[in-house]
């Protein structure tokens, strides 16, 4: 251990005595190491974020679906009630009628995605009501022109949010009915936000599939789509058990025209999409530290043709081969290592700044960092392999003679 000291002693004497080329050799292990250590981060902040604005848009409900391809059977009433009446833990089932439309208030018109669903629809998103309330399993049941908007539609349609009890003018595919505002729900997310901000305003109007059916033409025993409302963690579940069910109540097993899926199958995409577009930018910052380590290669050998006379020196007194290529392997690790460990403060200070530009939470994986720190002096061993190894076999005489 004491030998070992020594040579990390002469190795650091080494790299102060050239401090200039001695940093100007490090540059490229520093970019490379915070090049690696600020894409991870970001791409940590960046996929913490999106399936965070995700979750909150959609993270609470899943499709069951039929392929009206593969089969003639239809959607009907009495599939929600086998499903409400078979499944536990849910928050509840619906069919999905959605349509593009149009909204009129008493102040604007704008185009409108009209969603009719159960009450359960509620959990559709995670804005909560702030004003008003949602309409009830009564309200469904007896088919009410009530609706349910957000905050922010309700100041276009209206110019106010005092808009409870008033009424919007709703129009689809050359149908109009009346309904009148009962619910407000909060804005949308960031993440909606900004998806719209190029798009044309778009209001979101919620209204019972039952009055949805009468008022614009939808048939409630022909469908195709129903939707399940259940908790995040076991939302997968849920949606594959709904599945099941009507699979075996439509005896269409082995037809494959039954599917499903649930927003957490396109989080899992994004993953994969965000874990790929990771590791390419890892390994483009990879190649930073190769070319990094090619220039500790190149300064290690100048190193050894300086301090020719120096080796031959010591093997004359008796410095054994073993000693001399230890001597250069900890001068080249050292190097790498202190580059590093700037490298990695510099990464750091680097994903913090453009974590809190973008607004993105600082995510450092620590066992990434040791890794990296690893690995820089592991590139620093490789490359420093090859001066190591010419210093240590010079023969003294010949190191004497220059």
Not at 20 to 37: D, P
Not at 78 to 107: H, W
Not at 223 to 246: G, H
Not at 302 to 329: D, H, N, P, Y
């Amino acid at each position: 251990m004491g030998r070992l000291g020594e040579y990390f002693r002469s190795a650091i004497k080494q790299i102060m005595h050239n401090g200039y080329r001695t940093f100007m050799t490090m540059l490229g292990i520093i970019i490379g190491i915070a090049a690696v250590i600020s894409v991870v981060a970001l791409g940590n902040g960046m996929t913490d974020y999106v399936k965070e604005e995700f979750n909150g848009l959609y993270g609470n409900f899943g499709y069951v679906n039929l392929d009206i391809g593969k089969t003639t059977e239809y959607f009907t009433m009495e599939d929600l009630r086998v499903l409400e009446n078979s499944m536990e833990d849910i928050k509840g089932v619906s069919p999905s009628f959605q349509s593009q439309g149009r909204a009129r208030g008493t102040r604007e018109s704008y185009i409108a995605t009209i969603d009719g669903g159960a009450e359960c629809q509620l959990y559709a998103l995670a804005n909560p009501i702030v004003k008003g309330q949602y309409f009830s399993k009564q309200q469904v049941d007896t088919s009410q022109r009530v609706c349910v908007m957000l905050r922010t539609d309700a100041t276009k349609l209206f110019g106010t949010e005092e808009c409870i009890g008033k009424e919007v003018e709703l129009s689809i595919r050359g149908k109009s009915a009346i309904y009148t505002v009962i619910g407000l729900r909060e804005a949308m997310n960031t993440m909606y936000n900004t998806l719209m901000s190029t798009q044309e305003y778009s209001a979101i109007i919620e209204i019972p599939y039952t009055s949805c059916a009468t008022d614009f033409g939808y048939d409630m025993n022909k469908f195709y789509q129903i939707i399940v409302y259940a908790e995040q963690s076991n939302l997968q579940d849920k949606v594959n058990e709904a599945q099941e069910i009507m699979v075996n109540h439509h005896s269409l097993r082995g037809e494959n025209a039954i599917t499903a899926y649930s927003m957490a199958d396109l989080s899992g995409s994004f993953d994969e999409l965000m874990n790929a577009i990771s590791t390419f930018l890892i390994l483009v910052a990879v190649i930073s530290l190769v070319v990094g380590g090619i220039g500790i290669m190149n300064i290690m050998l100048v190193s050894v043709t300086e301090r020719t006379r120096e080796i031959g020196i010591r093997k004359s007194i008796g410095a054994r081969t073993g000693a001399i290529m230890a001597q250069f392997l900890s001068e080249s690790a050292m190097l790498t290592l202190i580059g590093g460990i700037i490298g990695i403060i510099v990464g750091i200070t680097l994903a913090y700044i453009i974590c809190s530009t973008l607004g993105f939470k600082l995510i450092i994986d620590p066992e990434g960092v040791i890794g990296t720190a690893l690995f820089s002096i592991i590139i620093g061993l490789v490359f420093g392999l090859y001066p190591a190894l010419k210093a240590a076999r010079m023969k003294p005489i010949d190191a004497l003679r220059v």
